[in-house]
């Protein structure tokens, strides 16, 4: 009996040894979690009044954790630090560190901060609202964002309401009362909102801080304040870069590392301004070549040999001699950019100017060019000379036949860029077409003001200039021949200060950009067709 007991004890023991040496693992193969946070309960219910409570506790049916809470939760109004959020376990408290404005609505948006804790799934869009008040506010505002000039809607494109409707300072220093995020369309809604007056704002808000104080942010408002009595609909603003009333240089190359260099100004140089830069130290004399594109907002510079010289260079710029901006620049790691050459189209007509770009601007140009007859081996007599931009334009002596292949043949170091290198050998064909294979265009401009210039640009398909005019009350009709058969379109911009540029708006002053807007209709350009097209400037 002994024996036996001490047997069964043994086993008892082994029994015990081998479960408790298993190794425990977790169950696999189930479905993996991808439900958000439900929210179960709260102390405060969602849409309540007459609330006064210094906090409120959401609980969910998981552990919760809150994602980046400063960028990703917005209250409007704003509450700022009178607010905290943290999470214990499944709980979300709401704590309220001063008292609440009284009778007034607040809504909190927590976008996708709140998530599970193990799998981070996140519940969208969730937003709390209760009033202080014995009602929730249900005014509502909507509307739409217009960008102007190729300004883009980004995800830090807001709009806020303001109840200083006399301080214009408040857009410029604090955040707005009410504030929503447009969607990738530009379109905006406010919700329980209170009743009263307000002045209304757009704003890229590049930095986070709900207030314009940056150049590069986009702004946008309405000149008058509104009224808040009933819901309010189809609301536009125009989106744009603000003009700065003081001139200035906002992007530059830092470290030149092409023997190039780019300045964008804030406000552009009209046709009628004069630009000088300067370099320091003046010591080294750098024969930079300067070239302000169509915007007249972008000024390039290719330097010379003489910048390899140099570590750093000081760039005064000047704009009808007076001092704009003074910058300094690094240089290092020189390398030579690409040169290469290409027409500036597919094909000529008879008695083109054939123009030869190059990547980078031409300093000479010798007379060892030929342009050849690709059937009879003919040779043409031409002109070769360097354009305002310092590229290549060759201006034929003689006729071109029509519908013919010609090749341009120019040796090697006959063009020398301003770097001071010469060109391979170059070796290109084209062909041109006859009159007949072009069409005529007649524009005809109706209820012209006389007290606006409008500068008229016509586009191709690929939204590139073809040519470009000002309209005035004297001169309304613009005649377009040779066009190459295609569909084209026409931007009109109303130049009501006549300086031959577009300008944008600026905030102080309540100054809104100079219209900008496309003709509704499409030009479609057939060959040996004339067309004439009316366009009325008071119904575009």
């Known amino acids: 009996m002994t024996g036996s007991v001490t047997r069964l004890f043994l086993l008892a023991l082994l029994m015990i040894f081998i479960t408790q040496c298993a190794t425990v693992t977790s169950p696999t193969g189930g479905p993996k979690d991808q439900l958000p946070p439900r929210l179960m309960s709260s102390t405060t219910e969602n849409f309540a009044t007459n609330f006064n409570a210094s906090a409120i506790i959401l609980t969910f049916d998981e552990f919760v954790k809150l994602n980046n809470p400063s960028q990703n939760i917005h209250t409007s109004p704003p ?25 007034l609505t607040y809504h909190i948006n927590f976008g996708n901060s709140i998530q599970d804790v193990n799998e981070g799934n996140p519940l969208n869009n969730f937003q709390f609202i209760f009033s202080t008040g014995t009602k929730i506010d249900s005014m ?10 190729d300004v883009k809607i980004n995800k830090t494109t807001l709009v806020g309401l303001y109840r200083n409707i006399d301080e214009d300072s408040v857009f410029l220093r604090s955040a707005p009362f009410y504030y929503t995020f447009v969607d990738d369309a ?59 009333p003081k001139r200035r240089v906002t992007e530059f190359t830092n470290n030149i590392k092409e023997y190039t260099s780019e300045y964008i100004l804030s406000n552009p140089i009209a046709p009628k301004d004069s630009f000088e830069l300067i370099f320091l130290p003046d010591t080294v004399q750098l024969n930079a070549t300067t070239i302000l594109k169509e915007d007249g907002k972008t000024i390039n510079v290719f330097f010379d040999q003489q910048i390899q010289s140099l570590n750093q260079i000081e760039t005064i710029l000047k704009i009808n001699g007076e001092l704009i901006d003074t910058l300094t620049q690094s240089i290092s790691n020189l390398k030579s ?41 003919d040779t043409l007599a031409f002109l070769g000379t360097l354009n305002i931009d310092n590229q290549l334009d060759i201006s034929l002596l003689s006729r071109l036949k029509t519908n013919h292949v010609y090749t341009l043949l120019i040796q090697d170091s006959c063009l020398i860029d301003v770097l001071g290198r010469p060109n391979i050998e170059i070796n290109k064909n084209f062909k041109t077409a006859s009159e007949e294979d072009r069409g005529t265009l007649k524009l005809i401009f ?32 613009w005649n377009l021949s040779y066009l ?29 950009p100079e219209t900008i807007y496309v003709h509704s209709k499409e030009i479609t350009i057939r060959a040996n067709w004339e067309l004439e097209e009316s366009i009325n400037l008071k119904t575009q």
Do not use: H, M
Request: contains cysteine; aromatic residues 10%.
């Open 484 to 512: 190459t058969p295609g569909t084209y379109s026409i931007k009109i911009v109303e130049d009501d200060n006549k300086d031959g540029i577009w300008n944008s708006g600026t905030f102080i002053g309540k100054k809104f």
């Open 186 to 244: 530009g379109s905006f809604t406010f919700r329980n909102i209170k009743n009263g007056t307000y002045t209304i704002r757009a704003l890229s808000d590049a930095n986070g801080n709900r207030y314009f104080d940056l150049p590069n942010e986009s702004i946008g408002f309405l000149k008058d304040a509104i009224q808040l009595d009933s819901n309010i609909f189809n609301v536009e603003i125009l989106l744009f870069k603000a003009e700065n």
């Open 446 to 477: 109706e209820e012209v003001d006389s007290a606006t210039n409008y500068l008229v640009s016509f586009l191709n398909s690929n939204k590139n200039v073809v040519a470009q005019t000002t309209i005035s009350k004297n001169e309304n009709i």
């Open 79 to 103: 509450l700022g630090k009178k607010v905290e959020f943290t999470t214990v376990k499944n709980k979300l408290f709401i704590t309220f560190k001063e008292a609440l404005e009284e009778d």
């Open 337 to 377: 950019p690409k040169q290469e050459f290409s027409f500036t189209r597919e094909d000529f007509l008879i008695f083109d100017t054939l123009s030869l770009k190059s990547t980078v601007p031409l300093a000479s140009v010798c007379e060892n060019i030929q342009i050849i007859d690709t059937i009879e081996l």
């Open 140 to 149: 509502s505002i909507q509307g739409k964002l217009i960008p102007v000039n």
